[in-house]
């Protein structure tokens, strides 16, 4: 008796273990999927594989009429589109949202997509309008999502920051910096934000005029990008110390440090970024009278498709 019930439990068990099959539709799953692989694409850097299967998700949720799965698709491409710097898709994506934003649920969509605006607003140059928007969208955010640990916080109060120091009062940084230094100091913010965070301390320093204390943050930020293998983290610190040592007249210096971001940016679709560091390598090289660099640089310069053409 025992035995037997024993093995009825065993059996029981088994099937307890057994997942119930997934009952949704095939083309919601693939599309589930698919913006899962976008997302680990996009981790990896690979950002032209990372679109083509966001797009394809898109294409779903448009074809059975979901706003919701419409949004994260759009939200997922605008994050590509900026990470190539093709501002025109990212207005392109940003408006679709628009449109698409009278018929979501309130779900945790909005502070996205607030934020891709105002990085968007950064990246045309537009930093008064991106600290409002980020003003408005801390204001508006969840108090149970105003703690130094939640992640959109984080990215929040870095962006804020960063818009402070592209504007007119870069002393409004050290405020929006001040709540993640204790989780820096213990190592518990994501690589990339701790690159970023270190990137801005080191530009407040630098505006406070201690350019061998922004040094050492930038070396730090570049560090801590090698260490996570994040190619846009230290393509951006190797670019933040080239522009540091050209500032202080150590022109070979500056060049050299330009010369290692160019791996780091090609292996990127950033041809924006690309086309800017060839541009600074070759009025380096004219600096230092360097003729054969400056050829290598126009060079390589002709080589590149026109402004606009490289999209994932």
Not at 46 to 60: P, T
Not at 74 to 103: C, G, K, Y
Not at 117 to 136: F, I, S, V
Not at 238 to 246: G, P, V
Request: charged share 30%; proline share 6%.
């Amino acid at each position: 008796m025992t035995t037997r019930l024993a093995l009825i439990a065993t059996l029981l068990l088994l099937a307890a273990c057994v997942s119930t099959p997934d009952r949704r539709p095939r083309d919601l799953i693939e599309a589930e999927q698919q913006l899962g692989q976008g997302t680990r694409a996009f981790r990896n850097d690979d950002y032209r594989s990372a679109a083509a299967l966001f797009r394809r998700a898109l294409d779903y949720y448009r074809s059975v009429d979901d706003a919701e799965g419409q949004a994260r698709a759009l939200i997922n491409l605008a994050e590509t589109a900026l990470a190539v710097d093709d501002r025109h898709a990212a207005h392109q994506h940003l408006a679709a949202l628009t449109r698409l934003s009278p018929r979501l649920p309130q779900t945790g969509l909005a502070p996205r997509i607030g934020l891709l605006e105002a990085r968007l607003a950064l990246r045309e140059g537009r930093a008064d309008e991106a600290a409002r928007l980020l003003d408005g969208l801390l204001a508006r955010l969840p108090e149970d999502r105003r703690w130094p640990e939640d992640p959109l916080y984080q990215a929040l109060l870095l962006r804020r920051a960063e818009a402070a120091l592209a504007g007119p009062t870069p002393a409004d940084a050290e405020p929006r910096l001040q709540p993640l230094l204790p989780l820096a100091d213990k190592g518990r913010l994501a690589p990339e934000m701790q690159a970023r965070l270190l990137r801005l301390q080191a530009g407040l320093l630098q505006r406070q005029g201690r350019p061998d204390a922004a040094r050492a943050r930038l070396q730090q930020a570049l560090a801590v990008a090698r260490q996570s293998r994040r190619r846009p983290a230290i393509a951006a610190a190797l670019e933040a110390l080239a522009a540091q040592s050209r500032h202080q007249g150590r022109l070979r210096e500056a060049a050299e440090l330009l010369e290692r971001a160019l791996p780091v940016r090609s292996r990127l679709l950033d041809q924006a970024a690309l086309r800017r560091d060839l541009e600074s390598l070759l009025a380096l090289y004219r600096e230092l009278g360097d003729g054969e660099a400056e050829r290598r640089i126009q060079a390589t310069l002709a080589r590149l498709p026109a402004q606009g053409a490289a999209r994932p």
